[in-house]
């Protein structure tokens, strides 16, 4: 039971690995990422900010206890002159706690300054990452997009892509209807043809029926080809003479399958001259 669910466990794994792998656009990653540093070096920013602050505030309040330090100091010297020991001793006392206060702020202050030196070197730092990993991201993400503007171009011409393998599919199914529209002519004109099939609009014609009509064409085409023979065999150039006499008109041949000639040209007159 226990390795059933190591297995299931690891294919989930593998399964969402591989989603994620090809959901994710590295594009967006790296934007994603510059966000992210942004995001931390506004905050080492105001890390900084925040530390200066809290400097200028010591050094305000040291201002401030110097003022009183010397105001008591000149107090002191002032009851001196008057001859007020007491309130001098009492002024040179709170002077003496004044001057603690500022030696603790002096502390203070200097380990303010160091972090903020720290906090700034930081921050300079990493400004000089950012900057780098933008311009690395930008020319990253050029790089992927004319990879992937490649990829399509090379996927397009293979037609492996996808959109190009759903037009190759439907080129392929307009060739199938095609060439099977091409069969179901061809069959229904065949079977015209015999007359297995009737045509209801008596135009279709079988193939005894056409070899009889070419039969009888070609019948009428060789009886014109006789007729236009006759004619030009009964031309003047042709007609025969009388033998025996002279001025009888020429016998008339009979022509085969005639069924019009034109008369025959009158007989030439003799001349006197040539009877002599």
Known sequence: MAGM???FKLIFKSKANAA????????QTLDY????????LQKVRRGVADVATSRKRVELQANGLNTQIDKLTQQAQKALEVGREDLARE???RRSGLQ????????????LQGEEEKLTRASQRLQAKVDAFRTRKETIKATYSAAEAQTRINEAFSGISEEMGDVG???????????QMQARAGAIDELLASGALDDPTGTAKDDITRELEQL?????????????????????????????????????QPVPNQTYAPPPAAPQQPNPGDLR
Request: net charge negative; glycine share 6%; hydrophobic share 35%.
């Open 169 to 179: 599919m439907a080129i392929q199914r307009a060739e199938d209807k095609t060439q």
């Open 33 to 40: 990422s510059y966000e992210k540093q942004l995001e931390m």
């Open 20 to 27: 994620m792998d090809k959901a994710e656009n590295p594009a």
């Open 100 to 111: 603690q206060q500022l030696s603790d702020l002096q502390v203070q202050h200097a380990q």
């Open 216 to 252: 009888a064409s070609t019948s009428e085409v060789e009886d014109e080809l006789s007729r236009m023979k006759a004619q030009l065999g009964a031309g003047p150039s042709s007609a025969p003479q009388a033998i025996g006499g002279l001025g009888q008109p020429p016998v008339a």
């Open 5 to 7: 669910l190591q297995r």
């Open 91 to 93: 002024a040179l006392t």
